[in-house]
Nanobody, 115 residues
Framework: QVQLVEAGGGSVQAGGSLRLSCAAS????????MGWYRQAKGKQRELVAV???????NYADSVKGRFTISRDNAKNTVTLQMNSLKPEDTAVYYC?????????WGQGTQVTVSS
């Protein structure tokens, strides 16, 4: 089992920055990809960014050039640096750690961007 604890989030004006982090404990040896998803009110959960065990990254088109995902394998953490935030980035953000057998999810953290 893997437990995830998220930190960061909050409210910011458009153009501002926020940093999300997610720390894992438990059986982390099985983890491959780490990522962030978000779910806006009334919408489906969507991928924001993912980083593989080798450091390869993939971003949603809507956040490319503004968000940066990184991971620290020694500390079992993944971080999402969000710059130039827009009101449409408002959502609950969830970290995701994926093994070959299953996905693990954080509890979610609210990000609100006001215009």
């Amino acid at each position: 089992q893997v437990q995830l604890v998220e930190a960061g989030g909050g409210s910011v004006q458009a153009g501002g920055s926020l940093r999300l982090s997610c720390a894992a404990s438990g059986d982390t040896d099985s983890i491959n990809n780490m990522g962030w998803y978000r779910q806006a009110k009334g919408k489906q959960r969507e991928l924001v960014a993912v980083i593989s065990s080798g450091g390869g990254t993939n971003y949603a088109d809507s956040v490319k050039g503004r968000f940066t995902i990184s991971r620290d394998n020694a500390k079992n953490t993944v971080t999402l640096q969000m710059n130039s935030l827009k009101p449409e980035d408002t959502a609950v953000y969830y970290c995701n750690f994926a093994s070959s057998l299953r996905d693990y999810w954080g509890q979610g953290t609210q990000v609100t961007v006001s215009s």
